[in-house]
């Protein structure tokens, strides 16, 4: 006698603890093994694109805070720098400074955040509250900055909104310091402990070819072994002034482009971005951030694309004028989409498990994925 | 009659009483001290608020588990649904009643102790599979189906090692082998065993190997981190609980927990010396022989927190393994050695 068999259809999400947010996914399973990955997307989608059409070019600004809002620094970042290249503005060198200061902060408290719930991910919780602890001190920064511990508002074109606090500068000197510190821990406590390098080396591997097909950026990408980073491939504001590596994936616990490798690239870029933050944090010259913010927008008719190196990859913006005050269209670029839609190829034929972890390790913020 | 009724009634007002003296406030005690622990360990407070250094967290805990809606769905088997935790807190908490807590107090004495723990505590497994059917979750399905793939595979390797201290001990009456282990810290038969001769010395490495094997067994047999695969939060969200709530959930949260000490018990009385002290007693000493009996109650519950700690200490540390690597680990190492260990030990012992 002969049984009958079927695969069975399982809905992860949009409720689910280790879909990072709102994302559905359908897998098609046999016993633990998946056969297909389906994303279904949507259910954060708030219309971004569209709404920008109603609003002139400074009130932009806050609405990008949400697209990833892990990193709203990063967003406003690539926004500003847009319309800036379509207004051709040059902006004080102060700006610029307290910008990529901002900027890499941001990236390390956005990538904290990635490895912690990654580690959650695959049952170790004690490394993500280590993450949020640091993780902590870096919104407090901002906070102080800002007013704002997570949608911040804080760049504005032309300019900046707001100028640096008496003694914040040596605040980020004393979180440099102490943070190299908190990596060391972290590579103790999980980057290297065996029965994680089982659960990640050689799972999901996306070869480099693989990734540039489907259009991947960020540590995505550079985990395959890719040495892609438009901070130093098409430096943008300041960043050729800086001296930093791109850390690629070397395939050090098993195939290059595993999920370790996607892990750990973000470990290394931590650090590097604390090398662009002390280098820039004694560098920042005397000047007044908000001289150089016009009063009125109104770009000449024409097209801009302008990108920037947000921590989860190429963050794009398309922006058409048609010489009005408002934007005739935004389009965005969103890093989380583009490295999303590898997930069936790089999930087919592994485990349940091995789905968490994969999409844990692509690290993705739906704010962006729906806008 | 009268009297065989009687006997019988004592007997079971007995083997019940550590239920009520020991497992429910350890339930309670356990459920705060994972938190501080974990607390500690991550650099944050843990429970603060209700009572004294929030003392009283989980008493406030469990009245919220009894004031909450027990939520049945619909498509769920009710029957089967409202049976599960019943079976599975049975199977955990009859297990007790084979553990001697001191010489003066043994819920039941019977010479079968090691073996009756084995087969209750196997009871649970048929709970969870019971639980995870009826939920009709296709989650619940998945966490029932890694249950009982596990548990039943790491039973092996634990009876292995059992099997190997009873060739040892020569018994399978638990207070007869901590009787064995008794005066001072090296005839515990993680050293050796009382007998003072060669035999002792070359058992010693043997024994160490089925120590740390049934520590490794008994952690994927309670379901916790790096085992927790039928759990899996991040995963399956809670496996065979994941339609459970209210006071159902908390029978099968604590069963969880009486079971971590039911196994350090065994751990304690098969390798550490049961309840006996590792350097003599007070009562002696003071010529009191009834503070004896208080003392081993110490010494026992203290080495049984030692291994429940030691096991909250590794949940929050380690990440969790994958189905297929638990299983590698289980059939590719622990039984072979278990196995070949046993034969080892029992050559031994014919010397």
Same mark, same amino acid.
């Given at each position: 006698m002969s049984l009958k068999t079927e695969e069975l259809v399982l809905n992860m999400g949009p409720q689910h603890p280790s879909t990072h947010g709102v994302l559905r996914l359908e897998l098609l399973v046999d016993g633990e093994i998946v056969k297909n990955v389906t994303p279904h997307l949507g259910y954060l989608h708030r219309c971004f694109e569209k709404h920008t059409e109603a609003m002139q070019y400074f009130q932009v600004v806050p609405y990008t805070d949400r697209l990833d809002y892990l990193a709203s620094m990063g967003n406003n970042f690539g926004y500003v720098l847009t319309i800036e290249k379509l207004l051709n503005l040059k902006v004080p060198e102060r700006v610029e400074y307290i910008r990529v200061i901002v900027a890499e902060l941001q990236r390390i408290a956005s990538h904290l955040v990635a490895i912690g719930t990654f580690g959650i991910d695959v049952g170790a919780f004690t490394p993500f509250l280590f993450c949020f602890r640091d993780r902590e001190i870096i919104l407090n920064l901002l906070e102080e900055l800002t007013g704002a511990r997570f949608l911040y508002n804080f760049m504005a074109v032309g300019g900046l909104n707001y100028d640096l606090p008496d003694g914040w500068t040596e605040k980020v000197k004393d979180f440099a310091k102490q943070f190299r510190n908190t990596i060391k821990e972290l590579n103790d406590l999980l980057s290297f402990n065996k029965i994680f390098i089982e659960r990640t080396a050689n799972v999901g591997i996306l070869p480099a070819d693989l990734a540039i097909n489907y259009g991947i950026s960020g540590p995505m990408l550079r985990a395959s072994g890719v040495k892609y980073d438009i901070r130093k491939n098409a430096p943008y504001s300041i960043y050729d002034r800086f001296d930093f590596e791109i850390p690629v994936g070397k395939g050090l616990k098993g195939t290059v482009g595993d999920t370790w490798d996607r892990y750990f690239v973000r470990v290394l870029e931590m650090e590097q971005s604390l090398n662009i933050v002390e280098q820039a944090i004694d560098n920042i010259p005397e000047g007044d951030v908000k001289e150089a913010i016009p009063k009125k927008i109104k770009p000449p008719v024409g097209t801009v694309y302008g990108r920037v190196e947000n921590p989860r990859g190429e963050l794009g913006f398309f922006v058409v004028s048609d010489g009005g005050v408002n934007p005739f269209r935004v389009k965005v670029r969103p890093p989380s989409f583009c490295n999303l839609s590898v997930i069936n190829e790089i999930c087919k034929n592994n485990l349940v498990s091995d789905v968490v972890a994969i999409l844990g390790s692509i690290d993705i913020v739906l704010g962006e994925v729906d806008r | 009659m009268n009297e065989l009724l009687k006997d019988i009634l004592i007997n079971v007002l007995l083997a019940a009483a550590p239920l009520f003296l020991w497992i429910l406030p350890y339930a309670l005690l356990a459920v705060y001290l994972e938190r501080k622990v974990s607390a500690f360990m991550q650099d944050r407070l843990g429970p603060m608020r209700v009572g004294k250094y929030g003392l009283l967290q989980t008493i406030a805990d469990i009245l919220k588990l009894l004031q909450k809606e027990d939520i049945t769905a619909d498509a769920v088997d009710k029957k089967l649904f409202n049976f599960a935790p019943v079976l599975v807190f049975i199977g955990s908490y009859a297990a007790f009643a084979a553990i001697p807590f001191s010489s003066i107090y043994i819920g039941s004495n019977i010479?079968?102790?090691?073996?009756?723990? &084995?087969?209750?505590?196997? &009871?649970?497994?048929?709970?969870?599979?019971?639980?995870?059917?009826?939920?009709?979750?296709?989650?619940?399905?998945?966490?029932? &189906?890694?249950?009982?793939?596990?548990?039943?595979?790491?039973?092996i390797p634990t009876a292995i090692v059992v099997l190997s201290l009873v060739i040892v001990a020569g018994t399978l009456n638990l207070k007869e082998m901590s009787e064995a282990q008794t005066?001072?810290?090296?005839?515990?038969?993680?050293?050796?065993?009382?007998e003072l001769s060669l035999k002792k010395f070359i058992l010693i490495p043997f024994l160490l190997v089925a120590a740390v094997i049934y520590f490794i067994s008994s952690l994927a047999e309670v379901n916790r981190t790096p085992f927790d695969i039928p759990e899996a939060e991040s995963e399956i969200i809670g496996g065979y609980h994941t339609e459970y709530s209210g006071m159902k959930f908390a029978f099968f949260f604590l069963a969880e927990y009486a079971n971590m000490f039911a196994v350090s018990a065994v751990i304690t009385v098969l390798f550490f010396g049961g309840y006996q002290s590792p350097f003599g007693y007070l009562g002696n000493l003071l010529n009191m022989p009834w503070l004896i009996g208080l003392e081993q109650i110490f010494w026992f519950l203290f080495k049984g927190m030692l291994f429940v700690f030691v096991q909250m200490w590794l949940r929050w540390t380690l990440p969790r393994l994958r189905v297929d690597q638990l299983m590698a680990l289980c059939w590719r190492y622990l039984i072979p050695i278990s196995l070949v260990n046993l034969v080892i030990i029992a050559f031994i012992s014919l010397l």
């Amino acid at each position: 006698m002969s049984l009958k068999t079927e695969e069975l259809v399982l809905n992860m999400g949009p409720q689910h603890p280790s879909t990072h947010g709102v994302l559905r996914l359908e897998l098609l399973v046999d016993g633990e093994i998946v056969k297909n990955v389906t994303p279904h997307l949507g259910y954060l989608h708030r219309c971004f694109e569209k709404h920008t059409e109603a609003m002139q070019y400074f009130q932009v600004v806050p609405y990008t805070d949400r697209l990833d809002y892990l990193a709203s620094m990063g967003n406003n970042f690539g926004y500003v720098l847009t319309i800036e290249k379509l207004l051709n503005l040059k902006v004080p060198e102060r700006v610029e400074y307290i910008r990529v200061i901002v900027a890499e902060l941001q990236r390390i408290a956005s990538h904290l955040v990635a490895i912690g719930t990654f580690g959650i991910d695959v049952g170790a919780f004690t490394p993500f509250l280590f993450c949020f602890r640091d993780r902590e001190i870096i919104l407090n920064l901002l906070e102080e900055l800002t007013g704002a511990r997570f949608l911040y508002n804080f760049m504005a074109v032309g300019g900046l909104n707001y100028d640096l606090p008496d003694g914040w500068t040596e605040k980020v000197k004393d979180f440099a310091k102490q943070f190299r510190n908190t990596i060391k821990e972290l590579n103790d406590l999980l980057s290297f402990n065996k029965i994680f390098i089982e659960r990640t080396a050689n799972v999901g591997i996306l070869p480099a070819d693989l990734a540039i097909n489907y259009g991947i950026s960020g540590p995505m990408l550079r985990a395959s072994g890719v040495k892609y980073d438009i901070r130093k491939n098409a430096p943008y504001s300041i960043y050729d002034r800086f001296d930093f590596e791109i850390p690629v994936g070397k395939g050090l616990k098993g195939t290059v482009g595993d999920t370790w490798d996607r892990y750990f690239v973000r470990v290394l870029e931590m650090e590097q971005s604390l090398n662009i933050v002390e280098q820039a944090i004694d560098n920042i010259p005397e000047g007044d951030v908000k001289e150089a913010i016009p009063k009125k927008i109104k770009p000449p008719v024409g097209t801009v694309y302008g990108r920037v190196e947000n921590p989860r990859g190429e963050l794009g913006f398309f922006v058409v004028s048609d010489g009005g005050v408002n934007p005739f269209r935004v389009k965005v670029r969103p890093p989380s989409f583009c490295n999303l839609s590898v997930i069936n190829e790089i999930c087919k034929n592994n485990l349940v498990s091995d789905v968490v972890a994969i999409l844990g390790s692509i690290d993705i913020v739906l704010g962006e994925v729906d806008r | 009659m009268n009297e065989l009724l009687k006997d019988i009634l004592i007997n079971v007002l007995l083997a019940a009483a550590p239920l009520f003296l020991w497992i429910l406030p350890y339930a309670l005690l356990a459920v705060y001290l994972e938190r501080k622990v974990s607390a500690f360990m991550q650099d944050r407070l843990g429970p603060m608020r209700v009572g004294k250094y929030g003392l009283l967290q989980t008493i406030a805990d469990i009245l919220k588990l009894l004031q909450k809606e027990d939520i049945t769905a619909d498509a769920v088997d009710k029957k089967l649904f409202n049976f599960a935790p019943v079976l599975v807190f049975i199977g955990s908490y009859a297990a007790f009643a084979a553990i001697p807590f001191s010489s003066i107090y043994i819920g039941s004495n019977i010479d079968l102790g090691i073996f009756y723990i &084995l087969a209750v505590s196997s &009871l649970v497994v048929a709970g969870l599979l019971l639980g995870a059917w009826a939920s009709n979750n296709k989650y619940s399905l998945y966490g029932g &189906l890694r249950t009982a793939a596990q548990i039943v595979s790491y039973e092996i390797p634990t009876a292995i090692v059992v099997l190997s201290l009873v060739i040892v001990a020569g018994t399978l009456n638990l207070k007869e082998m901590s009787e064995a282990q008794t005066a001072n810290i090296f005839n515990w038969y993680i050293f050796g065993g009382p007998e003072l001769s060669l035999k002792k010395f070359i058992l010693i490495p043997f024994l160490l190997v089925a120590a740390v094997i049934y520590f490794i067994s008994s952690l994927a047999e309670v379901n916790r981190t790096p085992f927790d695969i039928p759990e899996a939060e991040s995963e399956i969200i809670g496996g065979y609980h994941t339609e459970y709530s209210g006071m159902k959930f908390a029978f099968f949260f604590l069963a969880e927990y009486a079971n971590m000490f039911a196994v350090s018990a065994v751990i304690t009385v098969l390798f550490f010396g049961g309840y006996q002290s590792p350097f003599g007693y007070l009562g002696n000493l003071l010529n009191m022989p009834w503070l004896i009996g208080l003392e081993q109650i110490f010494w026992f519950l203290f080495k049984g927190m030692l291994f429940v700690f030691v096991q909250m200490w590794l949940r929050w540390t380690l990440p969790r393994l994958r189905v297929d690597q638990l299983m590698a680990l289980c059939w590719r190492y622990l039984i072979p050695i278990s196995l070949v260990n046993l034969v080892i030990i029992a050559f031994i012992s014919l010397l």
